[in-house]
């Protein structure tokens, strides 16, 4: 049986390059959270800022954000994933960890490094798209660049095995100065994908001045947003998905049967 997923939202500013600060600002979010989701999502470089200094910060895969994420999601018996800066092998990744209660986690190195910023410069690119599975869901989570390019987050339709992903999220430090863009590929990626589609921003001013206005949303496969998280606020949300919404959309409108077929080279 599918079931409807739930997520929380936390859209946040962060403490520039403080990891101890970020972890506490996020522990006491954390605490107050009500309900029982099934996911709990973080920003992008949560607990850094989008730092091009990943020699200051970076933290080893035992480090402790790790235990830290770990502990979090034994304690609340959901997933809890966002993107932290690793360093693996003296090289530096923009790492999304995907944190569920047993602590078996999964991670995703970001595909496409923000070269307008210079993060080719100091971060090495992933070269593998992760897709996880909960609660009968699939799950592809991506790192803010990564949504300019339909390419590398295209839904696939197999007769035997379904659609590759019901729901594709995004962690970022999206600029509020390209914020009308973040709004129109979230809602574009869910109407080609026929998927839900989560993004999950921060807010305020990073160390190099740059305002991010958060608008984190959930997308539904027709384009609507479920999510009422303002912009520029600190504000957490549960959102629900419903599973039967994105079943009949499927059953309905089978764009899915004309997708052009290809492979990523």
Known sequence: MMHHLS???IQSSLHWEDIDRNIDMFSERIRTIASAPDVIILPETFTTGF??????????MEGKTMQWMQQIAADKQCVFTGSIVICEKENYYNRLIWMPPDGNYRWYDKKHLFTYAGEDKHYTAGNSIL?????????????CYDLRFPVW???RHDPQRGFAYDCMLNVANWPGSRSHVWRILLMARALENQSYVIGLNRIGEDNNNILYTGDSAVISPKGENLSN????????????MPR???DSFRDKFRAWADWDRFRLE
């Open 7 to 9: 997520v929380h939202l």
């Open 51 to 60: 730092t091009q200094q990943p020699h200051e910060v970076a933290e080893p």
């Open 131 to 143: 897709i996880v599975e909960l609660k009968g869901w699939k799950i592809m989570p991506l790192i």
């Open 153 to 155: 987050s295209r839904n």
């Open 229 to 240: 998280i303002m912009p520029s606020k600190e504000q957490d949300e549960t959102v629900v």
């Open 244 to 246: 039967c919404a994105l």
